[in-house]
């Protein structure tokens, strides 16, 4: 499975894709005839090989529930998110096991399904009634690194990584506070 | 060009563990001319390799063999198989730490004395004081390069630093700055000075702070009778008919088992290790271990009462520019129990990067009052309190039913807090927040106990037998040829970071063990 991105992908877009694509959020991910995820907006696109296009689409929305950050894009929950992707890919079980999941939070958030349920706070509560199955918390834990230890994440966030080779912040702001 | 000993050389000293203690001992011992081999369970990672990456470099440092936790404290409900932040590398923990060095009290030497009796606290006088100790604290802080100590100025204030600082002043407290630490403030002793780098947990690329992998090791090769072995894990320290110990076993970087005979073992591999490696030295003759007549090898395991304080400005901070530890407040260090406990806490400054900020600020936590948090990153700043907490007979290192890769025993570690713990825990988290909201914080966060960096106590010292497993020279009261000399020969753990008294421990261990073997008594 691999994340595209750059120029807009040479693929046919339906209607309900396009008309998907002006919106915000997890929304703006449209699902192509070829099974794909298209974010024309933030211009990339995901391969779904072992999963359903539908269940790897609320898997993106179910990682931002868990941690959102509204200044943080669609494509590095996907990216945090992909490894259940090539999981299900190459284990049946595990396909099974991701798959059951999000069927169950599917189920208990009614008709439209998780991706259907307008409000962060009702999803919220869906994914708090799941919390103790051991997948909820494998998920959970594995964002911890999967969202976080992504080094195109930190400068949204103001993080700088790597000093060394720059020759650390002696130079470089260590103690320019000025609001003191 | 380093020495190569044979492994039937029986005259040598054997060092299992190469951090603060162990690599301290080695060089002080090949000096004055001892032969020693230091078996390292670690590879040796020079500091040009280190990463400024918390994950990478965790991967590449951290001790992560299998351990098991027990006990109500959170680490083990967080991190089952994580009780402690450590290090498998030639350097040992010296590679990771933030270089504090600061020396314990007058009364912290005897606290049993100074605190009366405490509840369900196995406290203990040590058997020296802080006055035995002086001479070698201040060759280590010489040794060491400590600021603010032999002429050598304080490294200057980062931002951390200054908004504590500036809190610390609305509080009216007196003794703030930027620390007595082990990081050149000056280019000294070959070494570079500190460029405020800012992954001073993840090993100092500039060699800038002090550690055994690039002073003592280097220096102790150089005499020609000093070997290091990386890759050689100890499983079993064995002994004659006697009770003497004859050498040891262990299993080297292909998985084969070799054996180094020995004249003299010292175990330096940090308290968690260091007992399991007694308790799996069990034999017929010491069915309960080595040096465990008392029954004590393993209990009372400190960790200091820690816990940190972060907290979120309107405006930016960058608390990771810079050392971790670069300031401290020492006023509530000392022992003053109108405050609702005995003993006392340091607050020192500290920063993780993102990524370890989101795994540590509140585990298991998340959702928007998570999220909202890590959003004002760059706005936070952040401190560790290190507090003494009090010794328990409970809270101890045993021999876990998991094994790890080579088929040991795995040690399993269990803690509880004290009430005088979470009543100094609390107080600390009050001053925090206090000191942080004094200067315009909009939110502050009490962050609980990460997995140990501090870990103490497992193999005390004691004046009698039957209350520890070492004399006042770190030597076993039941075998005299068997040494600690790590950070378990602690009878108590002090406010302060320990690096400091074990370096000082292994000056004055080293000395004994010399005049010892020349004086042929051991």
Same mark, same amino acid.
């Given at each position: 499975m ?5 120029d807009?992908?040479?693929?046919a877009v ?13 929304a ?20 779904v090989?072992g999963?359903?296009?539908?269940t790897?689409?609320?898997?993106i ?15 590095y929950y996907?990216?945090?998110m992909?490894?259940?992707d090539?999981?299900a ?18 189920g ?18 869906l994914l708090?009634?799941?919390s103790?199955?051991?997948?909820f918390?494998?998920?959970?834990s ?6 976080y230890?992504n ?30 | ?5 044979d492994?039937?050389d029986?005259s040598?000293?054997v ?21 020693v081999v230091?078996l390292?369970?670690?590879a040796?990672? +020079?500091?040009t ?11 590449q440092?951290a ?18 198989n994580?009780?402690?932040?450590i !290090?498998?590398?030639?350097g ?13 009290q ?10 009366g009796?405490?509840n369900g ?9 802080l ?15 400590v600021?603010?100590t032999?002429?050598?100025p304080g490294?200057p ?19 703030c ?11 000294r002793?070959?070494?570079?000075s ?17 550690s ?11 005499t ?7 890759d ?10 006697s ?8 299993f080297d970087?292909d ?7 020995a ?10 290790e260091s ?6 030295s069990a ?42 530890m670069?300031g ?12 609702g ?15 370890f ?9 998340w959702?928007r +009052?998570?999220?909202?948090a890590?959003?004002?990153y ?16 409970t ?5 876990s039913?998991a ?5 040991l025993?795995?040690?399993?570690v269990?803690?509880?807090d004290?009430a ?7 107080h ?7 000191l942080?909201?004094? !200067? ?10 990460y997995?140990s960096?501090?870990?103490?106590g497992?193999?005390?010292m004691?004046e ?5 497993v ?9 075998i005299?040829?068997?040494?600690i000399?790590?950070?378990?020969q ?5 406010? +302060? ?12 261990q080293?000395e004994?063990?010399a005049d010892?073997m020349?004086?042929?008594?051991i």
């Open positions: 691999k994340l595209i991105e750059g807009r992908p040479e693929r339906s209607r309900r894709g396009f008309m998907q694509r002006s919106a915000l959020g997890v703006a991910i449209a699902v192509t005839p070829a099974g794909a995820l298209l974010n024309a907006s933030e211009a990339w696109a995901l391969d090989k999963l359903k296009p539908e790897m689409k609320t898997l929305l179910i990682a931002r529930d868990i941690y959102p950050h509204d200044k943080v894009a669609d494509k996907a990216v945090a992909k490894s259940y090539d999981k890919a190459a284990d049946p079980k595990a396909k099974a096991e991701i798959e059951a999941f999000v069927a169950a939070l599917d208990a958030a009614g008709a439209g399904g998780y991706l259907g349920v307008g409000w962060e706070s009702q999803r919220v509560a708090r009634s799941e103790q199955n051991p997948m918390d494998q998920i959970r594995g964002l911890v690194v999967s969202l230890n080094q195109e994440v930190w400068p949204i966030f103001g993080y700088e990584g790597e000093s060394y080779s720059k020759g650390g912040y002696l130079e470089r702001g260590f103690n320019d506070i000025d609001w003191l | 060009m380093s020495a190569k000993f492994q039937n029986d040598v000293v060092i299992v563990g190469s951090g603060a203690g162990g690599g301290t001992l080695g060089n002080e011992l090949a000096q004055k001319g001892v032969k230091i390292e369970a670690g040796r990672t +020079e500091y390799d280190f990463v400024n990456d918390e994950w990478a470099s965790f991967i440092l001790w992560k063999d299998m351990r098991t936790t027990s006990g109500s404290w959170r680490v083990h409900k967080n991190f089952p994580l009780p402690a932040w !290090v498998k590398s030639v040992g923990s010296t590679t990771h730490w933030a270089g504090a060095s600061l020396r314990l007058e009364h912290e030497f005897k606290t049993e004395s100074a605190y009796r405490i606290a196995n406290l203990l006088d040590w058997p020296i004081t006055a035995d100790l002086e001479p070698y604290y201040a060759r280590a802080e010489d040794k060491m390069g600021t603010r032999n002429n050598l490294l204030g980062s931002n951390n630093f200054k908004v504590m600082k500036a809190g610390a002043d609305k509080l009216g407290y007196k003794e700055h930027t620390g007595r630490m082990a990081i050149n403030s000056v280019e002793d070959g070494r570079n500190c460029h405020q780098t800012g992954f001073c947990f993840q090993g100092c690329k500039w060699g800038a702070k002090w055994t992998l690039y002073t003592e090791i280097p220096k102790g090769e150089a020609g009778n000093l070997e290091v072995r990386p050689s894990h100890v499983a079993q320290i064995e002994h004659d008919a009770g003497k110990v004859t050498g040891v076993v262990y970087k998985g084969k088992t070799q054996r180094q005979k004249r003299i073992v010292a175990v330096a591999g940090n308290s968690i007992p399991r490696l007694l308790l799996n034999s017929s003759k010491f069915p309960d271990g080595l040096a465990n007549s008392s029954g004590q090898v393993g209990r009372n395991y400190m960790r200091h009462m820690t816990g940190s304080v972060y907290a979120v400005f309107e405006k930016p901070v960058h608390m990771y520019r810079g050392t971790t670069a401290i407040v020492r006023d509530e260090a000392r022992h003053d129990d109108k405050r406990f005995v003993g006392g806490y340091e607050l020192e400054t500290l920063s993780l990067g993102l990524p900020m989101a795994a540590f600020l509140d585990p298991g936590a959702g +009052e998570f999220t909202t890590l959003d004002g760059v706005n936070m700043a952040g401190m560790w309190i290190v507090g003494e907490d009090m010794p328990q007979e809270n101890r290192i045993t021999l039913d094994k790890d890769q080579w088929g025993q795995v040690a399993d269990h803690f509880d004290h005088n713990d979470v009543a100094m825990r609390n600390a988290y009050g001053q925090g927040r206090a942080y909201e004094a !200067v315009g914080a909009t939110r502050v966060f009490p962050t609980p106990p997995p960096t501090h870990n103490l497992t193999n005390r004691s009698k037998p039957r209350d520890g070492v004399n006042k020279h770190g030597q076993t009261h039941d005299s040829n068997l040494f000399a790590d950070g378990s602690f009878t108590t753990g002090g406010a +302060e970071n320990p690096t400091l008294t074990i370096v000082s421990l292994a000056i004055r080293g004994f063990i010892q020349k004086a042929n008594t």
